[in-house]
């Protein structure tokens, strides 16, 4: 976790040398989100790219450990809720329906979808069609295989899965269906009260950053670089991106 | 780690065994008048005097300590409990609370592998006595025995497995799941010989392999007997490929072999009306005989082979130039109508005890596939070249890499399941220096 309040002092200080100027809480805000999302999406391209060079055998400097545990920050498991779903999303408790399952509403990427231990693998529809048609590559209950839809109710975006062993799983086996996923970030805010005209920084309503600690330094210079940005002044946009490119040249090499 | 994951007992007896505990831990507690009458039962009871009661639940959440074990301590006089099933009980009746934990028993994979699928695929017994399966009851999820009276303290409670439900010798077989699992742990991920692959494509060329092997390579164990009935056939079985022995048993139990003809068979036969045209029925197709006038004339044919032999045996002077060996046996012939799925005999074999021995592929009953750990090896070979070959830009080198592995792996494991010893080898050869004698 990284200390929003750290972070955006920071970010003034630099700004305000030499009176270049001030960002405000709200803008601050959503340049804090942005940074923070633009920093955990890049994490999984990072592994992608780590897992094609040789990592090393130490203990704390392996570039692909130091991402993983990064994310790992963020993985969750979980059973399913115990609620299997028709199409239209509505909560299901007959047999005969299709079972959907919704998978939780802070899903960022799923990792591990088991059903008792095993794993289920990931198929496109016309895949799962094509593959239950062959006897030797049909899903059984110790190799099962799932599909994932989008559904959108309420204005609110749920991803669903149907999971298939020997059989369609129904809504009574969910409890044994576990999800190991990638949640997203919390919305990182640096809260205030308004004293006389000016934000004074209120810890208790604060979200702090949820990326990994390490993180600090390369949200201040991202903030910094966007900041530029909204001042109007190049110069910090071009330090921060030089600074950026330091560090991305020396951790990446 | 060891590979091996049954218990001594489960292995051998098939059996995991508890030690009963009877009421430990149990309470008695008076009624508070009486419920339900005869005809008409209930589920309400009122309790009195339950001071005592301790109910074995721990209780967390907000507010409480998580250090403290806090649990439901009692419940208080004049409290209402509800039973499952309803029943009459008078008032002032001492009833006996006992921890439902003491009746189950939970059977461990350490003891069956696989679990009881259902209640009649194990007996119980307390104290060697079986049990009726109306004293207990098992619960697939949790793979529990619950007694409806938890058997007493010091009782010997052994759950055991029907002979027909035994694994004896499985540790000479690896499961196609175990097979799947350890080749993705093996052979693919990133800087192995495979990057990326799916199940299903592993699952594929995993059965393919246990298919072929089972062909040429692994000991076919596959074989029915039964008794030739009047008709002279006998059906495939229904996981046949191909067969390795036909014979007829003997009075001594000795499998005689027989052979196959190759001069006679079952053709389709036409039925023809009396000007020898062909009989159309009203859909304009072909009209067929149940049975071919080869056939019937094969089966009646009372000249066996067998008489025929004896027969020649009997003027058997001088040599005998230009016999055919394929005919020139008595034990009776047979041939496969593979249109029909069925094996005719020749009709000196009539009444006899029939034993096939075939092969299958290995993978037509149902439950996981198993494959014999000496052909292991050879399995993930034909996999890893099965996926390889099939795949687009994978060097030639590497693709014959494997192809020449896997050759080697499964002739190794040929040589291996060929099951030469070298003292039954000295023993066959001892005849090796007598004189032919013609």
Redesign the interface.
Known sequence: MVLIDTVYQKVLNILNKEQRGYITPQEFNLLANHAQMDIFEQYFYDINQFERVHGNQTEYSDMLDITESRIALFETSISLDGLGRKTDNAVSTNDTDFSYFSLPTDTYRIGVISYKNNEAERVTQNEYLLLNSSQLTKPTNTRLMYVQNGYVASNVKYVKIRVFGLNELKHNDDSDITITYVRKPQKAEWAYTNVNGNPLYNVANTVNFDLHESEENELVIKILALSGIIIKDPSVYQVAVTEENKNVQQEKS | MALQTLTNEGYYRGSQTFLGIGNANSVSIDTNGGVGSAGSPSVDVTLDNVAGLVVGMLVTGNGLTASVAYKIAEITNGTDIKLDVAAVIGDDVSLTFIPITNAVFNLTTIHFDPLPTKIGEFSVYINNIIQTTGTYTYTVATSAVEFVTAPAADDTISVELGDADREFGNYQHIKL?DI?NNFLIAYVG?GKVITKV????V??HA??AIQELNYDTLRSSKSQEIEIPPSLTMALPHDYINYTKVCWVDNNGLEIPMYPTLHTSNPKGILQDSEYRYIFDSQGDITEAGTSETWKKFKDDKSSDKETIESLSKSNTGGRFGIDPTIAQGNGTFFIDLNGGRIHFSSNVSGKIITLHYISDG?AEDG?AVVHKFAEEAVYKYIAHGILSTRIQIPEYMINRYKKERFAAVRKAKIRLSNLKSQELAQTMRGKSKQIKH
């Open positions: 799941n799947i990133e799916k199940k299903a494509d699952a594929f059965q393919r993978l996981d």
